[in-house]
T-cell receptor, first 111, second 112 residues
Framework: GENVEQHPSTLSVQEGDSAVIKCTYS??????FPWYKQELGKGPQLIID?????GEKKDQRIAVTLNKTAKHFSLHITETQPEDSAVYFC??????????FGAGTTVTVRA | EADIYQTPRYLVIGTGKKITLECSQT?????MYWYQQDPGMELHLIHY???????EKGDLSSESTVSRIRTEHFPLTLESARPSHTSQYLC???????????FGAGSRLTVL
């Protein structure tokens, strides 16, 4: 099955700086890569996703890049704000649409 | 607004008790899932369903069972809870042909 590795496990940034989270996956057949944000006491919520026919996607302050050859994808958050503090999960989808998740990155934005 | 609801949010029970975690969604999604999430660890798929009367075990072995009698309802049952079942259980749903998951807020189970 698919194996997704996520780094770093924790990330502390100064407000206004950028944050980058990286993930690698093992199954070359995976073609869908979402990112979820989980705030304290809530379930994960989709914030951005990318499919294998696209190399980069942006939505305001967040962007995701995908390198299919190297089998890795990254989440970039620019101009971080306190409300960006949360746990972020990457995931990859195999051929039967089930998602495999990374272990999560706890992001703390320091005021 | 939450379109997928989980109850109870928190449950503390003694060893050997039977428990059912409820999950309901109002979006008409065909696919529903149960994930187990321990602190600092990834979400592990324990059960999924692609429609009424369809249930499958996920990647992580679990002693729990599920049923899907109605499209909107996907309860999870533990016949005899043990301390090793202490965890957060997340329910999710998605439409057919898509893998964009909508998660509930979770049920945090503690077995003493």
């Amino acid at each position: 099955g698919e194996n997704v590795e996520q780094h770093p496990s924790t990330l502390s940034v100064q407000e206004g700086d950028s944050a980058v989270i990286k993930c690698t996956y093992s199954d070359s057949a995976s073609n869908y890569f979402p990112w979820y944000k989980q705030e304290l006491g809530k379930g994960p919520q989709l914030i951005i996703d990318i499919r294998s026919n696209v190399g980069e996607k942006k939505d305001q302050r967040i962007a995701v890049t995908l390198n299919k050859t190297a089998k890795h994808f990254s989440l970039h958050i620019t101009e971080t704000q306190p409300e960006d503090s949360a746990v972020y999960f990457c995931a990859a989808s195999d051929h039967d649409y089930k998602l495999s998740f990374g272990a999560g990155t706890t992001v703390t934005v320091r005021a | 607004e939450a379109d997928i609801y989980q109850t109870p949010r928190y449950l503390v029970i003694g060893t050997g008790k039977k428990i059912t975690l409820e999950c309901s969604q109002t979006m008409g999604h065909d696919k529903m899932y149960w994930y187990q999430q321990d602190p600092g660890m990834e979400l592990h798929l324990i059960h999924y369903s692609y429609g009424v009367n369809s249930t499958e075990k996920g990647d992580l072995s679990s002693e729990s069972t599920v049923s899907r009698i109605r499209t909107e309802h996907f309860p999870l049952t533990l016949e005899s809870a043990r301390p090793s079942h202490t965890s957060q259980y997340l329910c999710a749903s998605s439409t057919s042909g898509a893998n964009v998951l909508t998660f509930g807020a979770g049920s945090r189970l503690t077995v003493l």
